[in-house]
């Protein structure tokens, strides 16, 4: 008596999550054989798949046959955040202001959820053109608000 493909299939599958080799079937009937057909992917019950499992991590972790070109170093930056940081020390030297490291972040943080984010991916060297290339009126103003926000309610 031959199983059919959904039979062969629960069989294989229970065989895998169980490692003493008992079918569902033989369970229930301790005389009732399963028969399974041959296919390349059927392993003994005893194996749990281990052998079809390395063999195909050391298929897929083998050196490629086509060698690839090199990727440039590419970072992903928020330009508002380096402009804000290059624009700290300007404000702050404007205002009478504590400059404690608290208080630097504190601005920081303030000004940066005002301004929307600016993401980019570019090579590092491409960073200085991209950051002269941004609009800083916006930067100015948010930077302002924060340090006087600061000024008024210090958090120390």
């Known amino acids: 008596m031959g199983a059919s493909k959904k039979d062969f299939d629960k069989e ?3 065989n895998l999550i169980m490692p003493t080799g008992l079918s569902a079937e ?5 005389s009732a054989q399963t028969e399974v057909p041959p296919s390349e992917e059927y392993i003994e019950p005893a194996d ?4 079809l499992l390395k063999e195909r991590i050391n298929q897929a972790t083998a050196a490629p046959s086509v060698q690839l070109h090199p990727v440039k170093e590419l970072v992903l930056v928020n330009l508002m955040e380096q402009l804000v940081v290059e624009r700290l020390d300007e404000v702050f030297s404007k205002f009478n202001c504590c400059r404690c490291d ?3 972040r504190d601005v920081a943080a303030l000004a940066l959820n005002t301004l929307a984010p600016h993401y980019v991916v570019a090579e590092p060297d491409q960073l200085p053109a991209l950051i002269k290339s941004c609009d800083t009126k916006e930067i100015s103003s948010a930077l302002v608000k924060a340090i006087l926000q600061v000024k008024n309610h210090p958090q120390h």
């Open 102 to 104: 608290k208080c630097r």
């Open 26 to 30: 033989a369970e229930e009937e301790p």
């Open 12 to 14: 294989y599958i229970f």
């Open 48 to 51: 749990n798949g281990l052998s």
